[in-house]
Each structure stands twice: as C-alpha cells, then as structure tokens.
T-cell receptor, first 109, second 117 residues
Framework: DAKTTQPNSMESNEEEPVHLPCNHS???????IHWYRQLPSQGPEYVIH???SNVNNRMASLAIAEDRKSSTLILHRATLRDAAVYYC??????????FGTGTSLTVIP | EAGVAQSPRYKIIEKRQSVAFWCNPI?????LYWYQQILGQGPKLLIQ????????DSQLPKDRFSAERLKGVDSTLKIQPAKLEDSAVYLC???????????????FGPGTRLTVL
C-alpha cells in the first residue's frame, strides 16, 4: 500500500488560501488520491479525489503532480470551520483506505 | 439522506469486560468498514464487508475482536475481553459499491469512544 508524507501541522490566516501538500511517491498507477478531513470529535468527511488531472469542487481544489508522486489540496479561502486534520489517502481498487497521521490545520482569526 | 448511525457514542468499561458497538450504514450501501482510531493517529481499517461477506479482515485482532453484518445491513463489532490498549474511537463507514476502481466515497459515522480502565 502506498505510503504518504504530510506535514504534521500548518497554520493559515482566515480568508487566505491554504495549500496542503502530500507526498505519495510509491503510489500505483491505478490508485486514486483522496482527501478527507476530520473535524474535532467527528468522523472523517470526504473533500475531493482525483487520478491524474487537477480537480475542483465546491469545497476545494486538488492539484496532482504530473508524475503523481505528490499532490496539493487547495482551500481557496480558509474559514474557522476549516480547522481540522486533513488526510491524503491513496485508494486502491478494493476501495480500501490506509490513513496516515494527516496535517492538523489551524485557522487564525 | 440519513448518515451512518453508530451507538453508543461513549462507553467506559474495565479491562477483561466485553463490549459491543452497533452501526447502521446509509441505506443501499453495499460496503461497510470498521476502523479503530487511537488518539493522535489516523483511523486504522479493521474489517471490510461487502454485503454480508468479509472482504478483508487482515488487521482485525481475531483473538479478541469479532464483527458480523447480518443480512448485509447493520453491523456489530465486539471486543471480548477488552484490554487497556483497546481504548480508542471506533468508526464505522459505508460506501455505495465495493469495486469502483478506487473512486467511491466513504461516509463515516460519528464514532464510539471506548475507554478501558
């Protein structure tokens, strides 16, 4: 299973963009890259996923490197409600997740 | 649509006691997962069901943990007997299909926080 490396923690000012990096150099060619986040005392929730090309949805954007060894989750305007632990997770074809420790995002008012 | 339901939300037991957690997935979801999340760590997959069959239980400590999914809907995870190191949040998740090629979304419940004294 692909291993991921993420910063333990990051800070952002409110209403500024946030770029959350993830390295997944051992990812297989068929693994989708998923991002989930976990707010305090809640279960993880889906943010976005992609395979090769960049993806956008109402929550965030996902930029995937051409060699697929890294990706970046972009929150365009951080709000206090975005304070959470963000997980970058390669998903195999069996739909299985292997979570790392994620990045704890602090949003400063 | 209703989300994944779990009960109880909190449980405190003494070591060597037994405990059971219940999960009701989103209606129509074929795949159900149980995760264990120890404080400060990411969730760890314990078992994955496709309908009422086990797809993967390689990380389930089978000497003390058991899980079943009757009729391919609700699921129960049991620990017997509990150890101190079982203190964690137990998360249930469901997804619509199993073999989606890695595109399916998992929906998580709020979890059950277990404290073993």
């Amino acid at each position: 299973d692909a291993k991921t490396t993420q910063p333990n923690s990051m800070e952002s000012n409110e209403e500024e963009p946030v770029h959350l990096p993830c390295n997944h150099s051992t990812i297989s060619g068929t693994d989708y890259i998923h991002w989930y986040r976990q707010l305090p005392s809640q279960g993880p929730e889906y943010v976005i996923h992609g395979l090769t090309s960049n993806v956008n949805n109402r929550m965030a954007s996902l930029a995937i490197a051409e060699d697929r060894k890294s990706s970046t989750l972009i929150l365009h305007r951080a709000t206090l409600r975005d304070a959470a632990v963000y997980y970058c997770i390669p998903m195999n074809t069996g739909n299985q997740f292997y979570f790392g420790t994620g990045t704890s995002l602090t949003v400063i008012p | 649509e209703a989300g994944v339901a779990q009960s109880p939300r909190y449980k405190i037991i003494e070591k060597r006691q037994s405990v059971a957690f219940w999960c009701n997935p989103i209606s129509g979801h074929a795949t159900l997962y149980w995760y264990q999340q120890i404080l400060g760590q990411g969730p760890k997959l314990l078992i994955q069901f496709q309908n009422n069959g086990v797809v993967d239980d390689s990380q389930l400590p089978k000497d003390r943990f058991s899980a079943e999914r009757l009729k391919g809907v609700d699921s129960t995870l049991k620990i017997q007997p509990a150890k101190l190191e079982d203190s964690a949040v137990y998360l249930c998740a469901s997804s619509l299909v199993w073999s989606s090629g890695g595109t399916d979304t998992q929906y998580f419940g709020p979890g059950t926080r277990l404290t073993v004294l």
